[in-house]
């Protein structure tokens, strides 16, 4: 199982990848991003009804061009072995 292939979507521009630390509301969710910032992130329309994002789950963020610090949108969910393989090509230290 050590050769299993993984196939994983990386971080794209701007993207950062980021854990989700508390649901807000509304579709919105406090994520601490890899890049040190903590953003209000949302689901756009086209994945709301696709996507479920709960507490803890690693995501992939992509920071809007207006209050880029603080707000962005969540453009992928990470599966549980896709989030392990970014953990051992240490991507993700949180």
């Known amino acids: 199982m050590e050769n299993e292939y993984v196939r994983v979507r990386m971080p794209k521009g701007k993207q950062v990848i980021g854990i989700v630390e508390t649901m807000l509301g509304?579709?919105?969710?406090?994520?601490?991003?890899?890049?040190?910032k903590i953003r209000i992130c949302r689901i756009p329309g086209k994945f709301r009804r696709r996507m479920w994002?709960?507490?803890?789950?690693?995501?992939?963020?992509?920071?809007w061009e207006i209050q880029g610090?603080?707000?962005?949108?969540?453009?992928?969910?990470?599966?549980?072995?896709?989030?392990?393989?970014?953990?051992k090509?240490?991507?993700?230290?949180?």
């Not at 509304?26 to 040190?36: E, P, Q, S, Y």
Request: proline share 2%.
């Open 89 to 94: 090509r240490g991507m993700i230290e949180i």
């Open 53 to 63: 994002v709960r507490q803890s789950d690693v995501v992939l963020v992509e920071p």
């Open 69 to 87: 610090d603080e707000r962005g949108d969540i453009v992928w969910k990470y599966t549980k072995t896709q989030a392990e393989w970014l953990r």
């Open 26 to 36: 509304a579709g919105k969710f406090r994520v601490k991003c890899t890049d040190l």
